[in-house]
């Protein structure tokens, strides 16, 4: 074993260039290697960060039978003025909410006198909204 070990330290030493070259093309495919997995996997919780915090919270609290129904955007589902009252006070009695905001989902029709298109509208308070991510 050990005379393998000197006939390829020999070896190696006597073809530097060609030692030096294969060397540095491994750390250069290590290291782009290194790159892709860093850069794929930060792609990826971007990308799921962004679905998830622009639709979900870590709460929601909705009307009966919403989430049932929330593929047909209903808008007879929302909560009413008494009950959005009661969760916000219910909210800020809670010491372990940092901070919370309510949205407005609601269906619109958008024109350009040519084409009527149906679509959903988010409606937030920017301030509080921005406190609550």
Known sequence: ???ILKLAARNLARYWRRTVL????IVLGVMAVLLFIAGSGSFKNLIVGQITDS????L????????????NLPLNLN???QAVAKVEQALKAMDS???HSP?????AMFSNFTETTSIRLNGVIPERE???K
């Open 97 to 99: 909410v940092v901070a």
């Open 79 to 81: 909560m009413k003025a």
């Open 130 to 132: 921005a406190a609550a």
């Open 55 to 58: 639709m979900l919270g870590h």
């Open 22 to 25: 294969t060397a540095g093309l």
């Open 103 to 107: 949205r407005l989902k609601f269906g």
């Open 1 to 3: 074993m050990l005379k």
């Open 60 to 71: 929601q609290v909705h009307r009966r039978g919403y989430v049932a129904s929330i593929d």
